[in-house]
């Protein structure tokens, strides 16, 4: 593994590679960020379009080569532009996970639990049971009634049924 963490990775049906950073994984859930080598520049992938259909690049050449190019392409003024512009991503999808999470209390009519910010627990990480979604309490505050992480989609423990 690399550090940054930073994968090189191909659609299984073209051959397309991309670099995927996870410091900046894309404006929300159902859209992911990546570094398309055809492009030189970054681009969107709707998450159906990704999912399951990527693969992580076997050529160690390729790799490093595609890797060095997006680091030095991130210090040119369209890297350092896409920089800030990610950077507001994390707090627009908590803040998302935030309104729709209260969003759930409203509608059954149930005061708005606390959303813990930081976690007192060790980090953690999970999926949600509601959209599947990788979730990680290092990332997405706790709800305070549950203890579970919030969801983009809004899910916590507060409104899990097992049936
Ligand atoms: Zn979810
Ligand atoms: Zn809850």
Redesign the pocket.
């Known amino acids: 593994m690399s550090n940054p963490p930073i994968h090189v990775l191909f659609f299984k049906m073209t051959g397309a590679l991309f670099v995927y950073d996870e410091r900046y994984p894309g404006p929300s859930q159902e859209v992911i960020s990546g570094f398309s080598e055809a492009l030189r520049k970054t681009r969107f992938y709707s998450k159906e379009h990704v999912a399951g259909k990527v693969s992580r690049c076997r050529d160690r050449e390729k790799e490093i080569e595609l890797t060095t190019y997006y680091l030095n392409w991130m210090k040119t003024p369209e890297g350092q532009e896409y920089l800030r512009e990610a950077a507001s991503w994390k707090d627009a999808r908590i803040s998302q996970a935030f309104t729709r999470h209260a969003k759930g209390f409203e509608r059954k009519g149930i005061s708005v639990p606390e959303v813990i910010r930081c976690s007192p627990k060790r980090r953690r990480t999970t999926h949600?049971y509601?959209?599947k979604?990788h979730l990680d309490n290092a990332i997405t505050p706790e709800c305070s009634s549950c203890g579970w992480i919030i969801?983009?989609?809004g899910?916590c423990g507060c409104f899990f049924t097992n049936a």
Do not use: S
């Open positions: 949600c509601e959209c979604y969801c983009e989609c899910a």
